[in-house]
């Protein structure tokens, strides 16, 4: 199972679906079957960020992906949190502004669940991203490429 982080979302905008039918194949047939979510919170990140139409399409067809945290994973959530080292996650601007933030909850969907985490982030040692609480919490984490090299999408 995979779990979309927002930014893998906002990165398939230039993936124009006419011109990379076989991503978007793929994408619906792991989104049919229950292999591909995210959380609520990055489509509430999504309703506000995404200007591709066809990325908002999708993501309308598929709303049912966007799972809302159990009560499993947002203990999981605050024991991230617990960790002064990754309240980073959270950054200040999304606090004064009230914005949402999906990243600890992608993170505890995949752990609750066993998935892989896709993300656009890079690792920074030490640091509030989510490679690097995913390498501490045994969650296995690519990138867009390493999902597409994982399902054999050549062009």
Same mark, same amino acid.
């Given at each position: 199972?995979?779990? @979309?982080?927002? #930014?893998?979302?906002?990165? =398939? ?6 011109? @990379? ?8 047939? *792991? ?8 959380? +609520?919170?990055?489509? !509430?990140? *999504?309703?506000? =960020? ?5 990325? %908002? ?8 992906? &966007? ?13 991230? &949190? $617990?960790?002064?080292?990754? +309240?980073? =996650?959270?950054? %200040?601007? #999304?606090? +004064?502004?009230? $914005?949402?933030?999906?990243?600890? &909850? ?6 609750? !669940? ?11 040692? %030490? ?9 501490? =919490?045994?969650? !296995?984490?690519? %990138?867009?490429?390493? @999902?597409?090299?994982?399902?054999? *999408?050549?062009?």
């Amino acid at each position: 199972m995979y779990i @979309f982080d927002t #930014n893998v979302f906002m990165t =398939l905008g230039v993936y124009y679906r006419k011109r @990379f039918p076989t991503i978007w194949a793929t994408m619906d047939t *792991l989104a049919d079957g229950g292999e591909l979510i995210s959380v +609520r919170e990055s489509r !509430r990140e *999504l309703d506000h =960020l995404c200007h591709y139409d066809h990325v %908002n399409e999708w993501i309308e067809r598929y709303k049912h992906i &966007f799972l809302i945290a159990s009560d499993n994973e947002c203990e999981i959530v605050a024991k991230i &949190f $617990s960790s002064e080292q990754y +309240r980073g =996650l959270v950054k %200040n601007k #999304n606090i +004064r502004k009230g $914005s949402p933030v999906a990243d600890p &909850f992608i993170i505890a969907a995949a752990k609750t !669940r066993n998935g892989i985490v896709v993300t656009q982030e890079s690792s920074k040692y %030490n640091g509030a991203r989510i490679p690097a609480v995913c390498k501490e =919490l045994g969650i !296995r984490c690519i %990138n867009l490429e390493g @999902f597409l090299e994982e399902q054999s *999408l050549e062009f």
